[in-house]
């Protein structure tokens, strides 16, 4: 796990829709996870800011096949990286890997109120 790369792995039992299938949302929610978490390591390693924090401001995924079983591991990586923004692409693969979901997360780095 850095900055310019976090990989996660996530089960699909218990995470499926009524007819059997890794729910999209499972998908949307470990790619969500993966890209904040590496937002964070950019503001906290990279920019080497212990105040800021990160927000997601857009995440949007293309599904190409389903899962029914095993694990799913999401890879992400940086698209563009900033002191106010972060793009990052999550690749979700089944064990074969085999690609599963494409998703895009952005995030804005701001201050924390308060």
């Given at each position: ?13 218990n ?20 890209a ?9 390693i ?13 995440l ?54 308060g």
């Amino acid at each position: 796990m850095s900055p310019e790369k976090i990989v996660s792995r996530m089960p699909v039992v218990n995470n499926e829709q009524t007819i059997g299938i890794m729910h999209g949302g499972a998908h949307l929610l470990h790619a969500e996870t993966v890209a904040s978490i590496a937002a964070l390591l950019h503001v906290r390693i990279s920019l080497e800011d212990e105040n800021r924090i990160v927000v997601g401001t857009e995440l949007n995924a293309t599904h190409h096949r389903q899962a029914r079983e095993g694990h799913t591991y999401a890879t992400c990586t940086p698209i563009s990286v900033g002191r106010q923004m972060t793009s990052h692409e999550i690749v979700i693969t089944n064990e074969d890997g085999k690609r599963l979901s494409t998703a895009r997360m952005t995030n804005l780095i701001i201050e924390p109120k308060g």
